[in-house]
């Protein structure tokens, strides 16, 4: 497979969801923050989700364990050498800051460690990077405001806003004021949608919220207009087969919807969302797809086409993917 070698970008990662269990043992340990598993076979045995709402709760107990800078520093790094590995040159990043602020973890520290990694990828690892502060659509959107109110003095250092945790009952449009505001400060917005909510969650991202760009998006080939202006718009869809398959968003990888959409001409791309829990970084995503060297290659120049990147960094990047 050629996509070992292809250089790509990740669009759709979320930091605490590469907290692997033998770092998660580590932690505890370091912290003395009491944990039910005992050992990494103990914790991996765990991770078997009948839905999106069972990963999260898992997800939010394992980040209960990251206390300090130092934790979030580490917990990023690790990603980072992961995605190196992978031939990763260029990530746009999550994380949840109100996972950590609700238990008492300044917002700086998570935000300070993660920084740190970040800069020190750009000239370690030579890997460039966005980013994206997550809210919580759980909670409510007064959480979400003070959120963008702590990371105000960090904005030099956070390039947009999405939405992410649990998607059903929580609709785009619940985030209407706050995602007007994160505009009106120059931020760039994604969010999650149509992965278990309705194809209308999607056009509420699009019409609502005015996203950039949609996370996961699959419902989305329930309505045809729908697919058919994300086609029109290019609309960057950050598409997570293993992700998928485990959550049961799929029945199978066969019938994931994603090379379909690429086949039909939709900005489609191949992420690993929360590659400690789903059994995967972004290089087994591709593989799982099972697709040909063009597909690969499309799917690599994609990655870069639906970046933050400007332009001619993306038009770079392009080449090189083109020229294998
Ligand atoms: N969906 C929603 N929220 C999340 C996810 C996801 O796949 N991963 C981490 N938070
Ligand atoms: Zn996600």
Not at 19 to 40: D, H
Not at 123 to 149: K, M, P, V, W, Y
Not at 198 to 209: G, I, K, M, N, T
Request: hydrophobic share 45%; aromatic share 8%; with cysteine.
């Amino acid at each position: 497979m050629i996509i070992g070698r292809l250089p790509k970008a990740e669009l759709h990662l979320h930091l605490e969801g590469t907290l692997e269990p033998e770092m998660m043992l580590a932690l505890a340990q370091r912290n003395g923050v009491p944990i039910r598993f005992r050992s990494v076979e103990e914790a991996r045995s765990a991770y078997r989700f009948g839905s999106l709402q069972d990963f999260l709760d898992l997800y939010y107990e394992g980040m209960s364990v990251l206390r300090t800078e130092r934790d979030f520093y580490d917990l990023a790094w690790a990603y980072l050498e992961r995605a190196k590995e992978n031939n990763v040159v260029h990530a746009e990043v999550f994380f949840d800051p109100q996972g950590h602020t609700a238990r008492g973890v300044p917002f700086a520290a998570v935000f300070g460690g993660i920084r740190r990694a970040l800069d020190d990828a750009e000239t370690r690892l030579g890997i460039s990077s966005r980013l994206i502060l997550c809210f919580l659509r759980h909670l409510d959107e007064d959480d979400a405001q003070r959120t963008l109110d702590a990371a105000l003095p960090h904005l030099e250092g956070i390039a947009g806003v999405g939405l992410d945790s649990s998607e059903r009952g929580h609709p785009p449009s619940k985030f209407a004021r706050v995602f007007a505001r994160a505009r009106s400060l120059g931020l760039r917005l994604v969010a999650h949608a149509g992965e278990e909510g309705p194809a209308e969650y999607v056009r509420e991202a699009l019409d609502v919220l005015g996203v950039d760009r949609i996370d996961h998006g699959n419902r989305a080939v329930e309505d045809p207009a729908l697919v058919a202006r994300l086609r029109e718009l290019q609309i960057g869809l950050t598409m997570c087969p293993l992700s998928n398959l485990r959550l049961g968003v799929v029945p199978s990888l066969a019938a994931h919807p994603l090379p379909r959409l690429l086949e039909a001409g939709l900005l489609v791309t191949v992420n690993s969302d929360d590659p400690a829990y789903f059994g995967g970084y972004v290089d087994d995503n591709y593989r799982a797809l099972g697709l040909g060297e063009a597909a690969q290659r499309h799917l690599a120049a994609n990655s870069f086409r639906a970046s933050f990147l400007p332009e001619e960094v993306k038009r770079h990047w392009i080449d090189v993917v083109n020229s294998f």
